[in-house]
């Protein structure tokens, strides 16, 4: 059975006389006709379109994942409030009857304060992972790329 050959249509284009250097050098090293690699780079860049768009959903789909994260942390940002407000009200001392106004107000400044504390130290930089003794975070690889460094969290100040 013969085999078919393959029609080309001839295209002329211009390079630059430095690229131009380079690809003959390349196709006397390699042994490879200018042609084959053209028509090589041609096909591979018209192929990259397909791989553009595969990489664009991917980075949909992350960003979506971090706005889910967001969310998350949010929610339970709020939930952890809410906690402790319930916990100063429910470990106030003596919360009998006639006191109870007293007590409640107790724990409304208690959480005020710790309000106010948290928001100091988030200002200041401070994090929680600062408290932390050294190696209590875990080998190097659980911190790779979350900011840690091996002296602790780097710092961006």
């Known amino acids: 059975m013969p085999i078919a050959k393959v029609r080309r249509v001839r295209i002329s284009t211009r390079l630059s006389v430095p690229l131009r250097i380079r690809l003959a050098k390349h196709c006397a090293a390699s042994g490879i006709s200018e042609r084959t690699i053209i028509e090589d780079a041609v096909a591979k860049y018209l ?3 397909g791989n553009t768009a595969l990489l664009l959903r991917r980075l ?14 949010e929610i339970l940002s709020e939930a952890f409030g809410r906690y402790l407000r319930l916990w ?8 009998s009857q006639g006191n109870r106004s007293a007590a409640l107000a ?6 005020a304060w710790f309000s ?3 928001a100091e130290r988030l200002s200041e930089g401070h994090r929680f992972v600062d408290d932390l003794p050294d190696g209590a975070g875990g080998g190097d690889e659980d911190t790779a790329g979350a900011g840690y460094s091996e002296g602790g969290p780097r710092r961006n100040a």
């Open 47 to 49: 192929d990259d379109a």
């Open 60 to 73: 949909d789909r992350i960003e979506q994942a971090l706005a889910d994260g967001h969310r998350d942390v």
């Open 88 to 95: 100063f009200t429910a470990h106030v001392p003596d919360a």
């Open 106 to 111: 107790s724990a409304e400044k208690a959480y």
């Open 116 to 118: 106010r504390q948290l």
